[in-house]
Protein backbone atom coordinates (compact mmCIF):
# COMPACT_ATOMS: atom_id res chain seq x y z
CA UNK A 1 0.00 0.00 0.00
CA UNK A 2 3.59 1.18 -3.17
CA UNK A 3 4.08 3.93 -2.65
CA UNK A 4 4.07 5.21 0.64
CA UNK A 5 3.28 2.11 1.56
CA UNK A 6 0.89 0.62 -0.14
CA UNK A 7 -1.05 -2.13 2.39
CA UNK A 8 -2.51 -5.33 1.08
CA UNK A 9 -6.02 -5.28 1.47
CA UNK A 10 -6.35 -1.34 0.66
CA UNK A 11 -4.17 -0.01 -1.33
CA UNK A 12 -1.46 1.36 -0.09
CA UNK A 13 3.53 2.34 -0.38
CA UNK A 14 5.13 4.11 2.28
CA UNK A 15 7.87 6.68 1.95
CA UNK A 16 11.12 6.11 3.31
CA UNK A 17 11.59 8.41 5.85
CA UNK A 18 14.52 8.81 8.17
CA UNK A 19 18.07 7.58 9.00
CA UNK A 20 20.88 9.20 11.32
CA UNK A 21 24.08 10.97 9.52
CA UNK A 22 26.66 8.19 11.07
CA UNK A 23 27.02 5.59 8.43
CA UNK A 24 29.30 3.02 10.63
CA UNK A 25 26.92 2.25 13.65
CA UNK A 26 27.31 -0.06 16.13
CA UNK A 27 23.67 -0.80 16.95
CA UNK A 28 20.62 -0.41 15.05
CA UNK A 29 20.80 -3.94 12.84
CA UNK A 30 18.96 -7.02 12.42
CA UNK A 31 17.87 -8.56 16.09
CA UNK A 32 15.39 -11.36 14.02
CA UNK A 33 13.03 -12.54 16.54
CA UNK A 34 14.00 -10.41 19.46
CA UNK A 35 10.38 -9.67 19.89
CA UNK A 36 8.14 -12.65 19.83
CA UNK A 37 4.95 -10.48 19.29
CA UNK A 38 6.82 -8.87 16.25
CA UNK A 39 6.72 -12.43 14.81
CA UNK A 40 3.54 -13.61 15.75
CA UNK A 41 1.90 -10.52 14.34
CA UNK A 42 3.60 -11.11 11.32
CA UNK A 43 2.28 -14.77 11.07
CA UNK A 44 -1.05 -13.86 11.62
CA UNK A 45 -0.94 -11.62 9.01
CA UNK A 46 -0.16 -14.00 6.54
CA UNK A 47 -3.69 -15.88 6.57
CA UNK A 48 -5.89 -15.45 4.32
CA UNK A 49 -9.25 -13.36 5.00
CA UNK A 50 -12.49 -15.35 4.61
CA UNK A 51 -15.36 -13.76 2.24
CA UNK A 52 -18.65 -12.74 3.58
CA UNK A 53 -22.09 -13.68 2.77
CA UNK A 54 -25.04 -10.98 2.65
CA UNK A 55 -25.79 -11.28 6.49
CA UNK A 56 -22.23 -10.37 7.43
CA UNK A 57 -22.68 -7.31 4.90
CA UNK A 58 -25.45 -6.06 6.63
CA UNK A 59 -25.18 -2.26 8.03
CA UNK A 60 -24.32 -0.83 10.60
CA UNK A 61 -21.37 -1.37 11.80
CA UNK A 62 -20.97 -2.92 15.65
CA UNK A 63 -20.85 -0.39 18.08
CA UNK A 64 -17.58 0.56 19.50
CA UNK A 65 -17.37 0.66 23.25
CA UNK A 66 -17.82 3.70 24.83
CA UNK A 67 -18.15 5.84 21.55
CA UNK A 68 -20.57 8.36 21.71
CA UNK A 69 -21.06 11.19 18.95
CA UNK A 70 -19.61 14.90 18.40
CA UNK A 71 -16.70 17.07 18.94
CA UNK A 72 -13.89 17.48 16.15
CA UNK A 73 -10.45 15.28 15.99
CA UNK A 74 -7.20 17.33 15.12
CA UNK A 75 -5.27 15.33 12.69
CA UNK A 76 -1.46 16.44 12.18
CA UNK A 77 -0.13 14.82 8.69
CA UNK A 78 3.43 14.59 7.10
CA UNK A 79 2.18 14.74 3.81
CA UNK A 80 -0.65 16.80 1.83
CA UNK A 81 -2.75 14.09 -0.32
CA UNK A 82 -1.65 14.15 -3.90
CA UNK A 83 -4.40 12.66 -5.24
CA UNK A 84 -8.34 11.99 -4.20
CA UNK A 85 -10.14 10.35 -7.17
CA UNK A 86 -9.86 6.46 -6.59
CA UNK A 87 -8.27 5.82 -9.55
CA UNK A 88 -5.35 7.31 -8.75
CA UNK A 89 -4.79 6.01 -5.18
CA UNK A 90 -2.22 3.52 -4.43
CA UNK A 91 -0.46 5.26 -1.20
CA UNK A 92 -1.11 5.06 2.65
CA UNK A 93 -1.77 8.40 3.57
CA UNK A 94 -4.61 8.85 0.73
CA UNK A 95 -6.23 5.46 1.60
CA UNK A 96 -6.43 5.98 5.09
CA UNK A 97 -8.61 9.31 4.05
CA UNK A 98 -10.40 7.45 1.92
CA UNK A 99 -11.93 4.74 4.49
CA UNK A 100 -13.50 8.14 5.21
CA UNK A 101 -14.94 9.65 1.82
CA UNK A 102 -15.16 6.64 -0.53
CA UNK A 103 -17.10 3.42 -0.53
CA UNK A 104 -16.30 0.55 -3.11
CA UNK A 105 -18.23 -2.88 -4.33
CA UNK A 106 -16.61 -4.66 -1.30
CA UNK A 107 -14.90 -3.47 2.17
CA UNK A 108 -13.13 -5.03 4.84
CA UNK A 109 -14.84 -5.28 8.12
CA UNK A 110 -13.06 -5.61 11.97
CA UNK A 111 -14.65 -8.87 13.44
CA UNK A 112 -13.54 -8.20 16.91
CA UNK A 113 -12.47 -4.70 18.63
CA UNK A 114 -8.88 -4.98 18.18
CA UNK A 115 -8.03 -4.56 14.60
CA UNK A 116 -6.81 -8.43 13.76
CA UNK A 117 -9.41 -10.12 12.52
CA UNK A 118 -11.21 -9.46 9.48
CA UNK A 119 -13.76 -10.76 6.71
CA UNK A 120 -14.21 -9.40 3.30
CA UNK A 121 -17.80 -8.19 2.96
CA UNK A 122 -20.25 -5.92 0.63
CA UNK A 123 -19.71 -2.63 1.08
CA UNK A 124 -22.19 -1.25 -1.69
CA UNK A 125 -22.55 -4.56 -2.82
CA UNK A 126 -25.05 -6.78 -1.09
CA UNK A 127 -22.26 -9.53 -0.65
CA UNK A 128 -18.48 -9.74 -0.94
CA UNK A 129 -19.51 -11.41 -4.53
CA UNK A 130 -20.90 -14.66 -5.49
CA UNK A 131 -19.72 -16.71 -8.59
CA UNK A 132 -20.69 -20.45 -10.01
CA UNK A 133 -17.80 -20.92 -11.89
CA UNK A 134 -14.90 -20.96 -10.16
CA UNK A 135 -14.35 -17.43 -10.36
CA UNK A 136 -14.58 -16.55 -13.75
CA UNK A 137 -18.15 -14.54 -13.47
CA UNK A 138 -18.52 -12.77 -10.77
CA UNK A 139 -22.20 -11.10 -10.21
CA UNK A 140 -22.62 -7.53 -7.22
CA UNK A 141 -26.25 -6.48 -6.58
CA UNK A 142 -26.29 -3.00 -5.05
CA UNK A 143 -27.98 -2.78 -1.65
CA UNK A 144 -31.11 0.05 -1.69
CA UNK A 145 -30.77 3.23 -1.12
CA UNK A 146 -27.15 3.82 -1.11
CA UNK A 147 -26.61 7.27 -2.28
CA UNK A 148 -23.97 10.37 -2.80
CA UNK A 149 -23.00 13.08 -0.68
CA UNK A 150 -25.40 15.09 -2.90
CA UNK A 151 -27.99 13.22 -2.61
CA UNK A 152 -28.34 10.97 -5.52
CA UNK A 153 -28.28 7.68 -6.12
CA UNK A 154 -25.95 5.09 -6.81
CA UNK A 155 -25.82 3.07 -9.13
CA UNK A 156 -24.46 0.31 -11.58
CA UNK A 157 -24.03 2.99 -14.20
CA UNK A 158 -21.77 4.60 -11.87
CA UNK A 159 -20.23 1.58 -11.10
CA UNK A 160 -19.41 0.59 -14.79
CA UNK A 161 -18.02 4.39 -15.33
CA UNK A 162 -15.56 3.34 -12.52
CA UNK A 163 -13.86 0.95 -14.29
CA UNK A 164 -13.96 1.82 -17.51
CA UNK A 165 -12.49 5.72 -16.96
CA UNK A 166 -9.16 2.98 -15.65
CA UNK A 167 -8.50 3.02 -19.31
CA UNK A 168 -8.13 6.34 -19.99
CA UNK A 169 -4.74 7.73 -20.12
CA UNK A 170 -4.77 10.37 -17.55
CA UNK A 171 -5.50 7.38 -14.72
CA UNK A 172 -1.79 6.49 -13.95
CA UNK A 173 -1.46 5.85 -10.68
CA UNK A 174 -3.41 3.41 -9.16
CA UNK A 175 -3.61 -0.51 -8.97
CA UNK A 176 -4.03 -2.23 -12.49
CA UNK A 177 -4.96 -5.94 -11.49
CA UNK A 178 -8.57 -5.83 -12.75
CA UNK A 179 -8.19 -3.75 -16.03
CA UNK A 180 -5.54 -6.53 -16.76
CA UNK A 181 -8.04 -9.37 -15.74
CA UNK A 182 -10.72 -7.89 -17.44
CA UNK A 183 -7.99 -7.50 -20.81
CA UNK A 184 -6.73 -10.97 -19.65
CA UNK A 185 -2.87 -9.09 -20.88
CA UNK A 186 -0.27 -8.57 -18.33
CA UNK A 187 1.14 -5.14 -18.41
CA UNK A 188 -0.06 -2.10 -20.24
CA UNK A 189 -1.90 -3.77 -22.92
CA UNK A 190 -4.81 -3.64 -20.84
CA UNK A 191 -5.55 0.11 -22.25
CA UNK A 192 -6.33 -1.38 -25.96
CA UNK A 193 -9.70 -2.69 -24.68
CA UNK A 194 -10.99 0.77 -24.30
CA UNK A 195 -9.08 3.79 -25.49
CA UNK A 196 -9.11 7.11 -23.66
CA UNK A 197 -11.88 5.15 -21.34
CA UNK A 198 -15.72 6.00 -21.63
CA UNK A 199 -15.27 9.44 -22.33
CA UNK A 200 -15.85 9.26 -26.29
CA UNK A 201 -18.95 6.88 -25.95
CA UNK A 202 -17.54 3.96 -25.84
CA UNK A 203 -17.89 1.05 -23.40
CA UNK A 204 -16.06 -1.92 -22.44
CA UNK A 205 -17.82 -4.96 -24.22
CA UNK A 206 -20.52 -6.60 -22.64
CA UNK A 207 -18.63 -9.84 -22.95
CA UNK A 208 -16.43 -8.52 -19.97
CA UNK A 209 -18.59 -5.72 -17.92
CA UNK A 210 -22.38 -6.31 -17.63
CA UNK A 211 -25.55 -3.50 -16.20
CA UNK A 212 -27.94 -5.51 -17.23
CA UNK A 213 -30.00 -3.03 -14.85
CA UNK A 214 -29.52 -0.43 -11.91
CA UNK A 215 -28.77 -2.43 -9.46
CA UNK A 216 -26.55 -5.25 -11.24
CA UNK A 217 -22.80 -5.49 -12.17
CA UNK A 218 -21.36 -8.69 -13.85
CA UNK A 219 -17.80 -9.52 -14.19
CA UNK A 220 -16.51 -11.77 -16.72
CA UNK A 221 -12.85 -12.61 -17.20
CA UNK A 222 -11.18 -15.41 -19.66
CA UNK A 223 -9.47 -17.23 -16.60
CA UNK A 224 -10.76 -17.55 -13.17
CA UNK A 225 -9.88 -14.74 -10.78
CA UNK A 226 -11.05 -15.93 -7.31
CA UNK A 227 -9.18 -12.87 -5.51
CA UNK A 228 -11.74 -10.25 -7.05
CA UNK A 229 -13.07 -9.83 -3.68
CA UNK A 230 -9.93 -8.57 -2.46
CA UNK A 231 -9.07 -6.41 -5.19
CA UNK A 232 -12.38 -4.40 -5.52
CA UNK A 233 -11.75 -3.86 -1.80
CA UNK A 234 -8.83 -1.39 -2.28
CA UNK A 235 -9.32 2.36 -2.01
CA UNK A 236 -7.94 2.70 -5.59
CA UNK A 237 -11.06 0.96 -6.53
CA UNK A 238 -13.51 3.00 -5.11
CA UNK A 239 -16.44 3.85 -7.15
CA UNK A 240 -16.86 7.23 -8.95
CA UNK A 241 -19.81 9.46 -9.53
CA UNK A 242 -20.38 9.44 -13.51
CA UNK A 243 -22.39 12.30 -13.77
CA UNK A 244 -19.74 14.62 -11.47
CA UNK A 245 -16.64 13.16 -13.00
CA UNK A 246 -14.90 15.81 -13.95
CA UNK A 247 -11.61 13.95 -15.44
CA UNK A 248 -8.22 15.19 -13.86
CA UNK A 249 -10.16 18.12 -12.38
CA UNK A 250 -11.76 15.12 -9.98
CA UNK A 251 -8.46 14.63 -8.89
CA UNK A 252 -8.98 17.62 -6.67
CA UNK A 253 -12.53 17.36 -5.88
CA UNK A 254 -14.30 14.06 -6.17
CA UNK A 255 -17.90 13.31 -4.97
CA UNK A 256 -17.53 11.06 -1.89
CA UNK A 257 -20.01 8.29 -0.93
CA UNK A 258 -18.26 7.78 2.45
CA UNK A 259 -19.94 8.52 6.30
CA UNK A 260 -17.92 12.10 5.51
CA UNK A 261 -17.13 14.68 2.72
CA UNK A 262 -14.82 17.55 1.81
CA UNK A 263 -15.53 20.57 3.08
CA UNK A 264 -12.48 22.46 2.66
CA UNK A 265 -9.01 21.34 0.52
CA UNK A 266 -5.99 23.55 0.68
CA UNK A 267 -3.47 21.28 -0.71
CA UNK A 268 -0.42 21.80 1.15
CA UNK A 269 -1.58 23.07 4.21
CA UNK A 270 -5.40 21.79 5.61
CA UNK A 271 -7.91 20.12 4.79
CA UNK A 272 -11.81 19.62 6.81
CA UNK A 273 -14.19 16.99 7.17
CA UNK A 274 -17.62 17.67 7.83
CA UNK A 275 -20.12 14.92 8.29
CA UNK A 276 -21.98 13.23 5.09
CA UNK A 277 -25.72 13.51 5.69
CA UNK A 278 -26.51 11.12 2.88
CA UNK A 279 -24.60 8.48 4.54
CA UNK A 280 -26.38 5.77 5.72
CA UNK A 281 -25.22 3.93 8.46
CA UNK A 282 -27.97 0.88 7.60
CA UNK A 283 -26.03 0.65 4.66
CA UNK A 284 -22.46 0.34 6.11
CA UNK A 285 -21.32 -2.51 8.11
CA UNK A 286 -17.27 -1.16 8.10
CA UNK A 287 -17.06 2.74 8.99
CA UNK A 288 -18.65 4.94 12.10
CA UNK A 289 -19.53 8.82 12.01
CA UNK A 290 -18.93 9.25 15.52
CA UNK A 291 -16.89 12.50 14.80
CA UNK A 292 -18.58 15.43 13.63
CA UNK A 293 -15.06 17.43 12.12
CA UNK A 294 -11.68 16.37 11.20
CA UNK A 295 -9.11 19.02 11.19
CA UNK A 296 -6.35 18.03 8.92
CA UNK A 297 -3.36 19.63 8.99
CA UNK A 298 -0.41 19.13 7.08
CA UNK A 299 3.46 19.47 6.93
CA UNK A 300 3.28 18.05 10.55
CA UNK A 301 7.08 16.00 10.89
CA UNK A 302 6.98 13.09 13.33
CA UNK A 303 8.63 15.08 15.95
CA UNK A 304 5.98 17.87 15.39
CA UNK A 305 2.94 15.23 15.92
CA UNK A 306 4.38 13.27 18.71
CA UNK A 307 5.52 16.29 20.73
CA UNK A 308 1.90 18.01 20.49
CA UNK A 309 0.08 14.93 21.10
CA UNK A 310 2.45 14.02 23.79
CA UNK A 311 1.33 18.03 25.26
CA UNK A 312 -1.74 16.78 25.30
CA UNK A 313 -3.41 19.97 26.21
CA UNK A 314 -6.69 21.72 24.50
CA UNK A 315 -6.43 20.41 21.30
CA UNK A 316 -3.43 18.44 21.44
CA UNK A 317 -5.83 16.60 23.46
CA UNK A 318 -8.16 15.46 20.88
CA UNK A 319 -5.23 14.99 18.05
CA UNK A 320 -3.70 11.89 16.40
CA UNK A 321 -2.25 11.39 12.99
CA UNK A 322 -3.68 9.17 10.59
CA UNK A 323 -0.07 8.02 9.43
CA UNK A 324 2.72 9.57 10.84
CA UNK A 325 4.72 7.53 13.46
CA UNK A 326 6.13 8.32 16.92
CA UNK A 327 9.07 9.82 16.37
CA UNK A 328 12.54 8.22 16.75
CA UNK A 329 14.01 10.41 19.31
CA UNK A 330 10.54 9.65 21.52
CA UNK A 331 10.43 6.08 20.57
CA UNK A 332 11.59 4.48 23.62
CA UNK A 333 10.64 7.16 26.19
CA UNK A 334 7.04 6.47 24.48
CA UNK A 335 7.34 2.70 24.65
CA UNK A 336 8.77 2.83 28.32
CA UNK A 337 5.92 4.91 29.87
CA UNK A 338 3.11 3.07 31.37
CA UNK A 339 0.59 6.07 31.52
CA UNK A 340 1.28 6.28 27.88
CA UNK A 341 0.15 2.92 26.60
CA UNK A 342 -3.60 3.49 26.51
CA UNK A 343 -2.59 5.61 23.84
CA UNK A 344 -0.44 4.11 21.95
CA UNK A 345 -1.34 1.72 19.17
CA UNK A 346 1.97 -0.77 17.36
CA UNK A 347 2.09 -3.26 14.65
CA UNK A 348 4.12 -5.06 12.27
CA UNK A 349 3.48 -3.72 8.85
CA UNK A 350 3.42 -5.25 5.66
CA UNK A 351 6.13 -2.92 4.02
CA UNK A 352 9.47 -3.83 2.58
CA UNK A 353 11.52 -0.87 2.17
CA UNK A 354 14.14 -1.00 -1.08
CA UNK A 355 16.33 1.10 -2.78
CA UNK A 356 15.97 1.18 -6.76
CA UNK A 357 18.56 1.44 -9.38
CA UNK A 358 17.31 2.55 -12.69
CA UNK A 359 17.87 0.21 -15.23
CA UNK A 360 16.76 2.80 -17.56
CA UNK A 361 19.93 4.58 -17.13
CA UNK A 362 23.05 3.37 -18.73
CA UNK A 363 25.74 3.36 -16.38
CA UNK A 364 23.40 1.42 -14.20
CA UNK A 365 23.06 -2.04 -16.48
CA UNK A 366 26.39 -2.50 -15.57
CA UNK A 367 25.70 -5.78 -13.32
CA UNK A 368 29.15 -5.45 -11.41
CA UNK A 369 28.28 -1.72 -10.74
CA UNK A 370 24.56 -2.58 -9.34
CA UNK A 371 26.57 -5.14 -6.96
CA UNK A 372 28.74 -2.34 -5.62
CA UNK A 373 25.62 -0.47 -4.89
CA UNK A 374 24.38 -2.98 -3.26
CA UNK A 375 27.29 -4.00 -0.87
CA UNK A 376 28.43 -0.37 -0.70
CA UNK A 377 24.66 0.80 1.21
CA UNK A 378 24.73 0.95 4.15
CA UNK A 379 20.87 -0.07 5.92
CA UNK A 380 22.53 0.94 9.93
CA UNK A 381 21.68 4.64 9.77
CA UNK A 382 17.90 4.09 8.17
CA UNK A 383 16.92 1.67 10.89
CA UNK A 384 18.22 3.89 13.94
CA UNK A 385 16.51 6.79 12.00
CA UNK A 386 12.80 5.32 13.15
CA UNK A 387 14.31 3.97 16.57
CA UNK A 388 15.95 0.99 16.02
CA UNK A 389 14.81 -2.78 16.16
CA UNK A 390 11.42 -1.04 17.84
CA UNK A 391 10.57 0.59 14.47
CA UNK A 392 12.75 -1.46 11.67
CA UNK A 393 14.03 -4.96 11.23
CA UNK A 394 17.28 -4.99 8.09
CA UNK A 395 15.47 -6.87 5.07
CA UNK A 396 17.21 -9.44 3.23
CA UNK A 397 14.86 -9.87 0.90
CA UNK A 398 11.31 -8.15 -0.80
CA UNK A 399 9.27 -10.72 0.58
CA UNK A 400 7.88 -9.50 4.09
CA UNK A 401 7.62 -11.63 6.77
CA UNK A 402 3.82 -10.88 6.90
CA UNK A 403 3.52 -12.71 3.42
CA UNK A 404 3.70 -16.14 2.82
CA UNK A 405 6.87 -17.21 1.22
CA UNK A 406 9.20 -15.11 3.16
CA UNK A 407 12.65 -16.46 4.16
CA UNK A 408 14.48 -15.53 7.19
CA UNK A 409 17.68 -17.05 6.11
CA UNK A 410 18.04 -14.84 2.60
CA UNK A 411 20.70 -12.29 2.84
CA UNK A 412 22.73 -12.50 -0.01
CA UNK A 413 24.33 -8.94 0.86
CA UNK A 414 24.98 -10.08 4.26
CA UNK A 415 22.94 -6.99 5.34
CA UNK A 416 21.85 -8.61 8.74
CA UNK A 417 25.25 -9.02 9.88
CA UNK A 418 26.61 -6.08 8.75
CA UNK A 419 24.18 -3.63 8.16
CA UNK A 420 26.74 -0.84 7.93
CA UNK A 421 27.52 -1.75 4.61
CA UNK A 422 30.63 -3.37 2.82
CA UNK A 423 32.70 -0.45 1.37
CA UNK A 424 35.59 -1.97 0.86
CA UNK A 425 33.64 -5.31 -0.79
CA UNK A 426 32.13 -2.63 -3.27
CA UNK A 427 35.41 -0.27 -3.76
CA UNK A 428 36.77 -3.99 -5.38
CA UNK A 429 34.08 -4.04 -7.57
CA UNK A 430 33.99 -1.08 -8.66
CA UNK A 431 37.28 -0.79 -9.51
CA UNK A 432 36.78 -4.31 -11.42
CA UNK A 433 34.10 -2.31 -13.50
CA UNK A 434 36.46 0.38 -14.35
CA UNK A 435 34.13 2.80 -12.76
CA UNK A 436 35.29 4.51 -9.86
CA UNK A 437 34.67 7.93 -9.41
CA UNK A 438 30.89 7.08 -11.40
CA UNK A 439 28.62 9.33 -10.49
CA UNK A 440 25.00 8.72 -9.03
CA UNK A 441 22.21 11.18 -8.62
CA UNK A 442 20.39 10.11 -5.44
CA UNK A 443 16.63 11.02 -5.32
CA UNK A 444 15.35 11.71 -1.52
CA UNK A 445 12.40 12.92 -0.40
CA UNK A 446 12.55 16.40 1.12
CA UNK A 447 11.74 15.87 4.50
CA UNK A 448 13.91 16.04 7.74
CA UNK A 449 14.30 12.38 7.37
CA UNK A 450 14.57 12.24 4.37
CA UNK A 451 17.62 14.24 4.58
CA UNK A 452 19.37 12.45 7.02
CA UNK A 453 19.06 9.02 5.36
CA UNK A 454 20.29 10.20 2.37
CA UNK A 455 23.39 12.08 3.67
CA UNK A 456 24.15 8.91 5.18
CA UNK A 457 23.57 6.47 2.40
CA UNK A 458 25.59 8.92 0.19
CA UNK A 459 28.25 8.64 2.78
CA UNK A 460 28.30 4.87 2.51
CA UNK A 461 28.44 5.16 -1.16
CA UNK A 462 31.51 7.28 -1.43
CA UNK A 463 33.29 5.14 0.86
CA UNK A 464 32.94 2.74 -2.43
CA UNK A 465 34.43 5.35 -5.04
CA UNK A 466 31.31 6.80 -5.97
CA UNK A 467 30.72 10.28 -6.35
CA UNK A 468 27.18 11.27 -5.61
CA UNK A 469 24.82 13.88 -5.82
CA UNK A 470 21.21 14.51 -3.58
CA UNK A 471 18.42 15.91 -5.59
CA UNK A 472 15.36 16.58 -3.57
CA UNK A 473 12.02 16.03 -3.91
CA UNK A 474 9.23 17.64 -2.76
CA UNK A 475 7.34 14.82 -0.15
CA UNK A 476 3.87 15.38 -1.69
CA UNK A 477 4.78 14.19 -5.24
CA UNK A 478 7.57 12.14 -4.45
CA UNK A 479 5.91 9.00 -5.83
CA UNK A 480 4.89 10.57 -8.95
CA UNK A 481 8.20 12.09 -9.73
CA UNK A 482 9.78 8.72 -9.36
CA UNK A 483 7.43 6.73 -10.94
CA UNK A 484 7.90 9.29 -14.68
CA UNK A 485 9.73 6.76 -16.57
CA UNK A 486 12.18 9.38 -17.60
CA UNK A 487 13.26 10.50 -14.48
CA UNK A 488 17.21 11.94 -13.91
CA UNK A 489 17.79 9.41 -10.85
CA UNK A 490 20.14 6.68 -10.52
CA UNK A 491 18.83 5.39 -6.74
CA UNK A 492 16.04 6.01 -4.81
CA UNK A 493 13.94 4.41 -2.06
CA UNK A 494 10.97 3.19 -2.56
CA UNK A 495 8.46 0.91 0.13
CA UNK A 496 5.74 -1.48 -1.33
CA UNK A 497 3.02 -3.73 1.51
CA UNK A 498 1.32 -6.97 -0.76
CA UNK A 499 -2.21 -6.05 -1.52
CA UNK A 500 -3.89 -9.00 -0.18
CA UNK A 501 -1.81 -11.48 1.63
CA UNK A 502 -0.14 -12.73 -1.31
CA UNK A 503 3.30 -12.24 -3.24
CA UNK A 504 1.13 -11.92 -6.48
CA UNK A 505 0.25 -8.54 -5.37
CA UNK A 506 4.25 -7.84 -4.50
CA UNK A 507 6.37 -9.51 -7.53
CA UNK A 508 4.30 -8.73 -10.85
CA UNK A 509 3.15 -5.00 -9.69
CA UNK A 510 7.10 -4.11 -9.03
CA UNK A 511 9.25 -6.18 -11.58
CA UNK A 512 7.45 -7.25 -14.20
CA UNK A 513 8.97 -5.82 -17.19
CA UNK A 514 5.57 -5.53 -19.06
CA UNK A 515 4.31 -3.42 -16.36
CA UNK A 516 6.55 -0.47 -17.39
CA UNK A 517 4.89 3.01 -17.27
CA UNK A 518 4.30 6.45 -16.59
CA UNK A 519 3.21 6.14 -12.80
CA UNK A 520 3.32 2.39 -12.41
CA UNK A 521 4.83 0.92 -9.54
CA UNK A 522 7.96 -0.73 -11.88
CA UNK A 523 10.65 2.20 -9.97
CA UNK A 524 13.52 0.54 -11.26
CA UNK A 525 12.62 -0.50 -14.65
CA UNK A 526 13.76 -4.11 -14.53
CA UNK A 527 12.40 -6.15 -17.36
CA UNK A 528 14.25 -9.20 -17.39
CA UNK A 529 12.92 -12.58 -19.59
CA UNK A 530 13.40 -14.33 -16.55
CA UNK A 531 11.52 -12.84 -14.07
CA UNK A 532 8.51 -11.82 -16.95
CA UNK A 533 8.20 -15.75 -17.80
CA UNK A 534 8.61 -17.05 -14.24
CA UNK A 535 5.69 -14.75 -13.00
CA UNK A 536 3.57 -15.75 -16.04
CA UNK A 537 4.48 -19.58 -14.41
CA UNK A 538 3.93 -18.33 -11.00
CA UNK A 539 0.28 -16.79 -11.59
CA UNK A 540 -1.02 -20.21 -12.68
CA UNK A 541 -0.29 -22.12 -9.86
CA UNK A 542 -3.42 -22.96 -7.24
CA UNK A 543 -1.41 -24.58 -4.44
CA UNK A 544 -1.12 -21.80 -2.18
CA UNK A 545 2.28 -23.81 -0.55
CA UNK A 546 3.71 -24.27 -4.38
CA UNK A 547 2.53 -20.73 -5.35
CA UNK A 548 4.36 -18.84 -2.57
CA UNK A 549 7.47 -21.17 -3.32
CA UNK A 550 7.80 -20.17 -6.97
CA UNK A 551 7.01 -16.10 -6.16
CA UNK A 552 10.44 -16.37 -3.50
CA UNK A 553 12.24 -18.05 -5.79
CA UNK A 554 11.38 -14.72 -8.25
CA UNK A 555 12.01 -12.64 -5.38
CA UNK A 556 15.47 -14.33 -4.48
CA UNK A 557 16.35 -14.13 -8.32
CA UNK A 558 15.60 -10.46 -8.85
CA UNK A 559 17.82 -9.48 -5.17
CA UNK A 560 21.17 -11.88 -5.99
CA UNK A 561 21.24 -12.58 -10.23
CA UNK A 562 18.95 -9.12 -11.29
CA UNK A 563 20.14 -6.75 -8.57
CA UNK A 564 18.16 -4.08 -9.38
CA UNK A 565 16.59 -3.89 -5.95
CA UNK A 566 17.93 -3.39 -2.88
CA UNK A 567 15.63 -4.73 0.13
CA UNK A 568 16.76 -2.04 2.95
CA UNK A 569 13.84 -2.82 6.02
CA UNK A 570 11.07 -4.62 7.15
CA UNK A 571 8.69 -1.67 8.63
CA UNK A 572 7.05 -1.54 12.19
CA UNK A 573 4.85 1.24 13.44
CA UNK A 574 3.70 2.97 16.86
CA UNK A 575 1.33 5.41 16.68
CA UNK A 576 0.34 7.63 19.54
CA UNK A 577 -2.77 10.22 20.21
CA UNK A 578 -4.39 12.64 22.72
CA UNK A 579 -5.49 11.53 25.85
CA UNK A 580 -9.56 12.34 24.59
CA UNK A 581 -9.03 10.23 21.28
CA UNK A 582 -11.13 6.85 21.91
CA UNK A 583 -11.82 3.83 19.37
CA UNK A 584 -7.54 3.57 18.88
CA UNK A 585 -7.22 0.45 17.21
CA UNK A 586 -3.94 -0.27 15.25
CA UNK A 587 -5.49 -2.83 12.44
CA UNK A 588 -3.93 -4.98 10.56
CA UNK A 589 -5.72 -4.71 7.28
CA UNK A 590 -4.53 -0.69 6.88
CA UNK A 591 -0.99 -1.03 8.74
CA UNK A 592 -1.79 1.97 11.11
CA UNK A 593 -4.63 3.47 12.67
CA UNK A 594 -8.45 3.07 12.12
CA UNK A 595 -9.99 6.40 11.48
CA UNK A 596 -13.51 5.08 11.29
CA UNK A 597 -13.43 3.90 14.63
CA UNK A 598 -12.15 7.38 16.26
CA UNK A 599 -14.57 9.56 18.94
CA UNK A 600 -13.69 11.84 21.20
CA UNK A 601 -14.46 11.34 25.16
Known amino acids: MGKRGRRAYGALSLLAAGALVLSGCSEGGSKEGSDKGDKENAERQQSSIEFGDAKASAGPAAEIPGAKPGG ?15 GQIYVSDEMALSQLIHRGLTGYKATGDDGKGHVVVGDLA ?6 SDGGKTWKYTLKDGVKWA ?17 FAPFISQGPTYIQQWLADTPGTGYRDLLKGGPYGGKHLPDTVLRTPDAKTIVFTFKKARPDLPYALAMAGYSIVSQKKDTKERYDKAPMTAGPYKIQEFK ?11 HWDPASDPIRHQYVDRFDIAFNKQYEDSTKAI ?6 NATAISFNNQVDAGNLSKVLADPALKPRTVSGYQPYVGQININLSHQEMQDRTVREAIAHALPITPFVRAFGGTQAMEVAGGLISPTVSGYDPSFDPFGKKKKPAGDPAKAKELLEKAGKTGLKLTFGYINTPEGQQYSTAMAAGLEKAGFDVQRQEIPAET ?3 QVSKVDNNFDIFHTA ?9 TVIPPLYDGRQIQDGASNYSHIDDEKVNADIDKASVVTDPVKAAEAWNAINEYIVKDVVSNVPTAYYKQTQIAGSRIGGL ?3 DVIGGVDPRRLFVK
Not at 126 to 131: A, E, L
Not at 270 to 276: A, C, F, G
Not at 310 to 315: I, K, R, Y
Request: avoid cysteine.
Open 585 to 587: VYD
Open 150 to 166: DGSAITSADVRHTFERL
Open 478 to 480: YYD
Open 496 to 504: WGADWPSAS
Open 72 to 86: TVTVLQRDSYAHLDP
Open 267 to 277: SGKSMTLVKNS
Open 310 to 315: LDDSGA
Open 126 to 131: TDSGTT
